[in-house]
């Protein structure tokens, strides 16, 4: 399988785009933004189609125009601080209809955007590889520098303000961070399933992981053997890569769920039946 | 001497202020307690002191000669500490330490000073033995307990705890309290304490603030013309921490 060049540079995509994209994801789920991926890949499909319009690279379009959403999300979140979720309605009620007019113009355009939006790792592109390794090394860089003050923001913006944590520059550059990731994940899983890579993994490192660098961890593990074991099985069974990729992260999340609470149902049955036995180790009366 | 104070202050976040024309002085090394009914807006006073809101009108101005011309260290703990984030993946004692991040640094490592400062301020509020327990797993007034020795851990000059004591027992409040003056005796820090629980805490105090509706109706407040120290006050008494 290895021994295609399309594989490999499918392999190094998802490689690069599942070291960034799970970490992310556990900080967006933390900070209450987990739409916010769906929402720049929807304005994202409207930056492709304005770069195609205009004769330029659709993915460096996409990439500005999920930058730009994701800083005009960040100004919105000022005007709206008891409805988080408002701005990221706006952005994408704002970007899919965009697209949906942009694509209108062009009649090619139609056909180039089923990629988009499912995905074609193995076609990826020597701009895209470029983009995707880009966000990665910067979003590798902004989450090992930037750790500290992260945690502190995630966990409560106020205090963090407060402590001397610059709130605004840091809540700003995570913002260009997402929409940059979410842009360069596109590829991999296409415009409908790009929450998938940052959500599920973040979904069930958080069930699982007692600290927070264990579940940052835990989620990138995760994220990995889904996109590797996707990429496998894709190849194999001839599926689509993108919705093979979401589906085995789909199937973790479930058996992590699943495991969690066999083991919380079997630690109350050994806690159970320590405390209905007596001191003496013979049984007694049960507590009630 | 004064450490912060509020000059004619109004404020609001609609259409009406409802901070009006409220005046207010913080002096260094003293216990100050604000209290009032609901919606007196003890919050919002809490939040311009602090610099998190700007006035619409007034001044509220730091003395940094009080800090020696420096920025000082500010422990806050707010109202909702004990209603955060559930899920968050973190320990007790990790939680804890982020109150060590800015003395570190970006890149600076932990030494034993700052495990030091991490225990201490965990066994001060009670929380030691609960260092590894996921912070989700505890009770609000443990959670509260927590972001209390968070605050702590940063050696502040001035500690702002708004209801600090929200879920928590008889005893851990006669505790709180307790440890916040010896916090102003031995260590000279400035706590601002915003406190439903005047009948508890009023002994602990050096002076409290009382904030009033002027009206009904009416989202206007001031603090009451006679600031008052508590009638019987423990804040000259000599007494040691348990």
């Not at chain 2, 500490?81 to 804890?96: D, H, K």
Request: charge should be positive; charged fraction near 15%; hydrophobic fraction near 45%.
């Amino acid at each position: 399988m290895l021994a295609y060049e399309f594989m490999q540079r499918a392999f190094l995509a998802g490689a690069l785009i599942g070291l960034v994209a799970p970490v992310l994801g556990v900080y967006l789920m933390l900070r209450r933004q987990v739409l916010m991926a769906d929402t720049l890949s929807h304005v994202s499909l409207a930056g492709v189609a304005a770069g195609s319009l205009l004769g330029g690279n659709p993915s460096i379009g996409g990439f500005v125009a999920a930058v730009a959403a994701a800083l005009l999300i960040e100004r919105l979140r000022g005007l709206y601080r008891t409805y988080a979720e408002v701005p990221v309605a706006i952005m994408m009620t704002g970007g899919l209809a965009t697209a949906v007019v942009l694509m209108s113009f062009g009649r090619t355009l139609s056909q180039s955007f089923s990629s988009y939006l499912f995905g074609s790792i193995v076609a990826v592109s020597t701009t895209q590889l470029w983009l995707i390794g880009g966000a990665a090394v910067l979003g590798l860089i902004f989450f090992i520098v930037f750790r500290r003050p992260l945690y502190t923001l995630t966990f409560d913006e106020e205090t963090a303000g407060i402590s001397g944590v610059p709130v605004r520059t840091l809540s700003t550059a995570f913002s260009v961070l997402t929409g940059m990731t979410v842009a360069a994940a596109m590829p991999v899983v296409g415009v409908l399933l790009v929450s998938a890579l940052l959500v599920l993994p973040a979904a069930l490192a958080l069930r699982i992981a007692g600290g927070f660098l264990s579940a940052v961890m835990t989620a990138v593990g995760i994220g990995l053997t889904g996109i590797f074991g996707g990429l496998t099985v894709s190849y194999v069974a001839n599926t689509p890569p993108g919705g093979t990729i979401a589906l085995i992260l789909l199937l973790f999340l479930l058996l992590g769920m699943a495991l969690q609470k066999l083991l919380l149902l079997w630690k109350r049955r050994v806690h159970g039946g320590q405390t209905s036995q007596n001191p003496n180790g013979k049984k007694g009366m049960e507590t009630i | 001497m004064i450490l912060s104070s509020m000059r004619d202050v109004v404020f609001g976040y609609g259409e009406e202020p409802v901070v009006h024309h409220v005046s207010l002085d913080v002096h260094k090394g003293e216990f100050l307690g604000i209290t009032g009914p609901n919606g007196t807006a003890k919050t919002t006073v809490l939040k311009l002191l602090l610099g998190l809101l700007k006035p619409w009108s007034g001044a509220v101005e730091l003395n940094k000669q009080a800090f020696g011309g420096g920025k000082p260290v500010i422990g806050y703990v707010p109202q909702q500490a004990s209603s955060f984030n559930a899920g968050f993946p973190s320990r007790v004692i990790e939680l804890v330490r982020s109150g060590c991040h800015s003395r570190v640094g970006l890149f600076g490592r932990f030494g034993a000073e700052e495990e030091r400062l991490v225990r201490n301020s965990l066994e001060q509020v009670g929380m030691w033995d609960l260092r590894r327990r996921r912070i989700g797993e505890l009770s609000g007034g443990q959670k509260q307990r927590v972001c209390i020795a968070r605050a702590l851990v940063q050696c502040p000059d001035v500690l702002i705890l708004d209801e600090p004591t929200t879920g928590m027992d008889m005893r851990s409040r006669t505790e709180l309290y307790r440890l916040m003056r010896h916090q102003v005796r031995h260590h000279g820090v400035t706590v601002v304490m915003v406190t439903h629980g005047l009948e508890e805490a009023g002994r602990y105090l050096d002076r409290v603030v009382t904030l009033e509706r002027l009206e009904a109706g009416h989202p206007q407040i001031a603090p009451n013309a006679a600031e008052s120290k508590p009638e019987s006050s423990l804040a000259g008494d000599r007494w040691e921490m348990e």
